[in-house]
């Protein structure tokens, strides 16, 4: 069990901002993620629509032996989580409560805010969370939907994006959240554009980073760590073409993306 992947997905490139962290703080461990280039967005569509989507990727790399699921996608995570434990046997781990928790232990005034896609919003999954962690906070949220297209673009430092994040966050700057979650696995690289709009005062967390440490304490505690001296090897599937993942993945990740291979969940549903 200990020698088996950690199995990551995301509706598309985004997820590799959640890898890249597990990556650092666990680089023993081998993973396996899948982007569902194919289907992306998830951000806008129904809750039923991706719930489908995200147990069709879950049981395709649950036929690969991970030995635990990590929800990068933060609509996937705040739509379809209760359902995938349910369904799977290994642990799942999703961006939202680890999020949440962060947010719940940084904040000062108890104002935060929460901004993401129009389906993690809708969903309210993350107000729930933080407000199961402390009833008494005061969560604000806003969908910030250009921001994923930006991140893409790598328009994360021009007047476009400084102008969109000025629109977007005015709300919840004249609210005087005193902390921000970044709900949404494309937002960490607009962080810097993020935090200058909302000015020193403000905290920004990163589920991605959150995250992380939850996998490498879930494991832990489970016995399942590979030792630390061991070098992980990193596979990636996608439903699409593979060219646009590469290309954008290597500036979510950090660069040294490896192979990608691309595959039909629909020649999987046979058996693996
Ligand atoms: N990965 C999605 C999320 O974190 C953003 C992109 C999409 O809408 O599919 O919510």
């Not at 959150?210 to 399942?224: C, M, P, Q, Y």
Request: aromatic share 6%; charged share 20%.
């Amino acid at each position: 069990m200990t020698w088996k992947s950690i199995g990551i997905f995301d509706s598309g490139v985004g997820g590799l901002t959640v890898l890249r962290e597990i990556m650092q703080v666990l680089p023993q461990e081998d993973t396996l993620y899948f982007g569902d280039t194919a289907r992306v967005p998830y951000g806008t569509k129904s809750p039923e629509t991706v719930t489908r989507y995200a147990g069709e990727i879950s049981s395709f790399l649950v036929k690969r032996d991970i030995k635990l699921l990590v929800v990068a996608c933060n609509t996937a995570s705040a739509v379809a989580l209760p359902t995938l434990k349910r369904q799977l046997t290994i642990p799942v781990v999703g961006v939202i409560e680890p999020g949440a928790r962060r947010a719940v232990e940084v904040t000062r005034s108890g104002r935060i805010g929460v901004i993401g896609t129009a389906g993690t919003i809708r969903s309210s999954a993350y107000t729930r969370a933080i407000k199961r962690l402390k009833p008494n906070v005061e969560v604000l949220t806003r969908s910030c939907p250009l921001f994923v297209p930006l991140a893409e673009e790598g328009w994360t430092d021009n007047q476009v994006a400084r102008l969109t994040a000025e629109i977007y966050l005015h709300e919840l700057k004249e609210a005087e959240v005193d902390t921000l979650v970044l709900g949404c696995t494309h937002y960490p690289l607009l962080k810097q554009m993020i935090a200058d709009v909302m000015g020193p005062d403000v905290t920004l967390v990163d589920s991605a980073e959150e995250t992380a440490r939850t996998v490498a304490a879930i494991l832990a505690d489970k016995g399942l760590l590979r030792p630390p001296a061991e070098k992980g090897n990193h596979s990636y599937y996608v439903t699409d073409i593979p060219a646009g993942f590469v290309r954008v993945g290597n500036r979510f990740l950090g660069g040294g993306l490896g192979d990608v291979f691309q595959v039909s969940l629909d020649d999987d549903q046979g058996g693996a």
